[in-house]
């Protein structure tokens, strides 16, 4: 599903991504952590199409295509997604109506009908339901002055709205309570599916002993330098990035 | 030497002078007079003047405008209601063409007692004595020469009175329908509304082309809010581009009174609006919003004066500009507090969103504040549309263009979403939402 080869990124001249590889097929969930400033949320932004941010080699390829040659919402429309470290606020549009012009945005372009006002609130209602998130957040304007964990809440309800294909969660678990924490593991394990693929950004093994990812990739120095199991996310609990820092310095060829 | 702006307009009070409503009435008489020698004395503001450093009427010298006498309108197609009534809905009509009330267009049918929407030359016919106590009192032809002109020319405009307690529940709507023609017609209509104790109504000002040439409106809306009384007035503006469009409301509140105005200059081509109130005596609280949207070389400048002539007096004003194009936006907000004019609330926003780099704004606030114990706060920001907002729609799937038509409708939020009737903020959120120019983006 997704193919990342050799990619490098620069943002202001300063090159993060160097040389990253990473190969997602469709059902699995893999998990990239990292220390501060490695380029996870760089790469989030990348696969997005933040246009900010310059590729200057390698390719990226989704379901085949060449996903660095589409606009942002180009690639959303195709069933990408990226739930924010930091979500935007938008003052004086309501929650509603932004959520429900991003899905009509999505059906029509999968040539489906554009979904009306009252059957938006009823399948918007389902998915509040099912992420325990009070009904009040619709009519307010889109995370303004939410607190760190609503606005983390509101972007997995955007994800369970807009069911894409690769959901990309950006550090999603942090600022979130622990009740919230299982919530949104649960939001995320209903996208589950062989169809679906999901990339989770993390600082803690707490989340992926709730979504259990079938590869744990360590992210330094804008590359992938490490990637295993389950057991890596716990050791890297335990004892922290140094080791791997050391494996690296020594030559050691990323797994 | 050709004919300048000055004479001609004193040109068009010999031509008018024999058919202007109240030549019976001495005091009408003598204020028409006054008028016409502050005009010659003053001839049309030039840059020269601080409070037009940025407005220049110079093209308003060579153009040879017309006057419009009442008896030389013509009558206008009734469909041509049709449009301009969906923007406010159900509705008191009276509707104006170049500046004369058109009684056949207008729709004043279950006005409820106590209520009165007619003519400002009729009344001036009716009840001249009424009238007298009011016309011409809130504005100042030696102070603004526009007030001057229009004192001198107009021939006809709405007087809207409401009895003690009365409450309008419909809003009023005033359309002022200006033609076309060639050479150019200048019209100079008066607005008169007297609200007295406890009333309270809706009145809705708009201004509207028929076709998209050149034309000049001079209006002035003096308004009088009495004890615990309420207006809403809305001035909504859908000139045409090449069209002149000068304006003024003055507007005296007294005890516990409230007023709200909101302005939405959503075209002209250029625009001025002066507005005045005055806060005479305590409890009084008024509330001033704008919304402004100028694009190609349209120019749109808001004054604004807010007078705390008395102790417990609040003030609110918010401002909002769209400027696209090589649009020019001026808003000056001047908030006086007289030295025994204690416990205060100014409050004064004005905030510009610049979607092109070739659009302009000026904006500046003036404070004049004697008295000590006031809580005054003012705040002006000019930028651009968030790159970061943008791009989070976009991940969303919504594209550029729309993403940017939609956070524009987000920034006039604030403004649209105080309007106090739903078709009209309906109407004008649509406006915002497609008034990008979808080639633009
Ligand atoms: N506009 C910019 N100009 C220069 N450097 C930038 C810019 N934006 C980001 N960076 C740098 O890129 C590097 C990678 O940032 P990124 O946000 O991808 O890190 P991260 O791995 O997500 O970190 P964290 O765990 O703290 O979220 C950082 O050193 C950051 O300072
Ligand atoms: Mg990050």
């Keep these: 599903m997704l193919e990342i080869r050799n990619l490098h990124a620069e943002i202001g001249g300063k090159e993060i991504l160097r040389g990253l590889d990473l190969h997602v097929r469709?059902?699995?969930?893999?998990?990239?952590?990292?220390?501060?400033?490695?380029?996870?949320?760089?790469?989030?932004?990348?696969l997005a199409g933040q246009p900010?941010?310059?590729?200057?080699?390698?390719?990226?390829?989704?379901?085949?295509?060449?996903?660095?040659?589409?606009?942002?919402?180009?690639?959303?429309?195709?069933?990408?997604?990226?739930?924010?470290?930091?979500?935007?606020?938008?003052?004086?549009?309501?929650?509603?109506?932004?959520?429900?012009?991003?899905?009509?945005?999505?059906?029509?372009?999968?040539?489906?009908?554009?979904?009306?006002?009252?059957?938006?609130?009823?399948?918007?209602?389902e998915k509040m339901k099912l992420i325990e998130m009070?009904?009040?957040?619709?009519?307010?304007?889109?995370?303004?002055?939410?607190?760190?964990?609503?606005?983390?809440?509101?972007?997995?309800?955007?994800?369970?709205?807009?069911?894409?294909?690769?959901?990309?969660?950006?550090?999603?678990?942090?600022?979130?309570?622990?009740?919230?924490?299982?919530?949104?593991?649960?939001?995320?394990?209903?996208?589950?599916?062989?169809?679906?693929?999901?990339?989770?950004?993390?600082?803690?093994?707490?989340?992926?002993?709730?979504?259990?990812p079938d590869v744990t990739h360590v992210l330094m120095g804008g590359r992938i330098v490490k990637s295993g199991d389950r057991s890596l996310a716990e050791k890297l609990e335990e004892s922290g990035y140094g080791w791997i820092e050391e494996e690296v310095a020594k030559g050691g060829a990323p797994a | 030497m050709s004919e300048g702006a000055r004479e001609r307009f004193l040109r068009h009070f010999e031509e008018l002078?024999?058919?202007?409503?109240?030549?019976?009435?001495?005091w009408l008489v003598r204020m028409r007079e006054s008028a016409v020698q502050s005009f010659r004395d003053q001839g049309l503001p030039t840059p020269k003047l601080e409070d037009w450093r940025f407005t220049n009427l110079k093209a308003l010298e060579t153009l040879d405008f017309r006057a419009v006498a009442a008896s030389s309108v013509p009558n206008v197609p009734d469909n041509v209601l049709d449009g301009p009534r969906g923007a406010v809905g159900d509705a008191h009509l009276i509707v104006l063409v170049d500046g004369i009330v058109d009684a056949a267009l207008s729709d004043l049918k279950s006005l409820p007692d106590g209520v009165q929407i007619r003519s400002l030359a009729a009344s001036i016919t009716t009840e001249p004595e009424k009238l007298e106590n009011y016309l011409g009192k809130l504005d100042d032809p030696k102070l603004r020469a526009l007030s001057a002109l229009n004192q001198a020319l107009f021939q006809d405009g709405v007087f809207i009175e409401l009895e003690a307690h009365a409450v309008l529940e419909r809003p009023v709507h005033i359309l002022c329908l200006q033609r076309s023609g060639d050479p150019p017609t200048a019209v100079h209509p008066r607005n008169l509304i007297v609200a007295h104790a406890g009333s309270s109504a809706t009145i809705v000002e708009h201004h509207l082309r028929m076709s998209p040439t050149q034309a000049l409106v001079n209006t002035v809306t003096e308004v009088f809010v009495e004890e615990g009384a309420h207006i809403e007035h809305i001035k909504l503006q859908e000139e045409s581009d090449s069209a002149f469009h000068l304006?003024?409301?003055?507007?005296?509140?007294?005890?516990?009174?409230?007023?709200?105005?909101?302005?939405?200059?959503?075209?002209?081509?250029?625009?001025?609006?002066?507005i005045h109130a005055v806060l005479a005596e305590p409890g009084a609280e008024c509330r001033l919003n704008g919304l402004y949207a100028p694009q190609n070389d349209e120019h749109i400048?808001?004054?604004?004066?807010?007078?705390?002539?008395?102790p417990h007096t609040n003030s609110f004003e918010l401002y909002k500009g769209i400027l696209d194009g090589s649009a020019k936006g001026i808003f000056h907000g001047r908030i006086h507090v007289r030295p025994d004019a204690q416990k205060i609330n100014a409050m004064q926003t004005n905030r510009n969103l610049l979607l092109s780099d070739r659009a302009s704004v000026n904006t500046k606030p003036q404070l004049e504040i004697y008295a000590d114990d006031v809580r005054c706060s003012h705040g002006a920001a000019i930028g651009q549309l968030d790159e970061d907002a943008l791009f989070y729609l976009r991940t969303r799937g919504i594209?550029?263009?729309?993403?940017?038509?939609?956070?524009?409708?987000?920034?006039?939020?604030?403004?649209?979403?105080?309007?106090?009737?739903?078709?009209?903020?309906?109407?004008?959120?649509?406006?915002?939402?497609?008034?990008?120019?979808?080639?633009?983006?």
């Design chain 1, 26 to 46: 469709p059902g699995e969930v893999h998990a990239i952590m990292g220390p501060n400033g490695s380029g996870k949320s760089t790469l989030a932004n990348v």
């Design chain 1, 52 to 125: 900010d941010y310059e590729v200057t080699a390698g390719e990226v390829l989704y379901h085949g295509k060449n996903l660095l040659e589409m606009p942002a919402e180009e690639r959303a429309r195709e069933g990408v997604f990226l739930a924010f470290q930091y979500p935007v606020e938008i003052p004086g549009i309501t929650n509603a109506y932004f959520m429900r012009t991003s899905l009509n945005a999505q059906r029509k372009h999968r040539g489906e009908e554009e979904i009306d006002a009252v059957d938006f609130l009823s399948l918007v209602r």
């Design chain 1, 134 to 212: 009070d009904e009040k957040f619709l009519n307010r304007s889109v995370n303004e002055g939410f607190s760190g964990g609503e606005k983390k809440r509101n972007e997995v309800l955007q994800m369970a709205l807009l069911d894409p294909m690769l959901a990309i969660l950006d550090e999603t678990d942090s600022g979130l309570d622990i009740d919230a924490l299982r919530i949104v593991a649960n939001g995320v394990n209903t996208l589950r599916s062989e169809k679906h693929a999901v990339l989770v950004i993390t600082h803690y093994q707490r989340l992926l002993s709730y979504l259990v």
């Design chain 2, 17 to 26: 002078q024999a058919v202007l409503p109240g030549s019976d009435q001495p």
């Design chain 2, 247 to 274: 304006a003024a409301l003055f507007v005296k509140q007294a005890r516990d009174s409230r007023f709200r105005s909101h302005s939405l200059a959503l075209d002209g081509g250029l625009t001025r609006f002066d």
């Design chain 2, 301 to 310: 400048d808001h004054h604004t004066t807010v007078e705390h002539a008395a």
């Design chain 2, 399 to 441: 594209d550029a263009a729309e993403a940017k038509s939609l956070l524009t409708f987000a920034f006039a939020n604030e403004v649209t979403a105080e309007l106090p009737i739903d078709t009209l903020r309906r109407y004008t959120e649509s406006f915002v939402m497609d008034w990008l120019p979808r080639s633009n983006v």
